[in-house]
């Protein structure tokens, strides 16, 4: 059984910064990428970001674009979300998590094979 656990969470003040990570343990599979998502309260989940193996392409949704960077290795499957200039908005349970093949949208929270139990980010005004 596959398990991807994350890390990092917290509470930070608007302007500050954290750092998730997310290893996978169990049993060895391989990533085509991995992705972050998250969810506000009464919100459905949203993709964050998700960067891809063999091209090192990052994808990143327009909300985090120039504040958050993903990053991380696919040996092990592990994947890293640096987050500045935090927001209020930013505030959600953060999950991460794989594909292992390549799909057309990687936005699309259907498309990944396996998913974290997630991290909660608070940022308080």
Do not use: H
Request: with cysteine; aromatic share 14%; glycine share 12%.
């Amino acid at each position: 059984q596959v398990q991807l656990v994350e890390s990092g969470g917290g509470l930070v003040q608007a302007g500050g910064s954290l750092r998730l990570s997310c290893a996978a343990s169990g049993r060895t599979f391989s990533s085509y990428a991995m992705g972050w998502f998250r969810q506000a309260p009464g919100k459905e989940r949203e993709f964050v970001a998700t960067i891809t193996w063999g091209s090192g392409r990052t994808y990143y949704a327009d909300s985090v674009k120039g504040r958050f960077t993903i990053s991380g290795d696919n040996a092990p499957n592990t994947v890293y979300l640096q987050m500045s200039s935090l927001k209020p908005e930013d505030t959600a349970v953060y999950s991460c998590a794989a594909a292992i093949y390549r799909v057309p949208d990687w936005s699309k929270d259907y498309e990944y094979n396996y998913w974290g139990q997630g991290t909660q980010v608070t940022v308080t005004s």
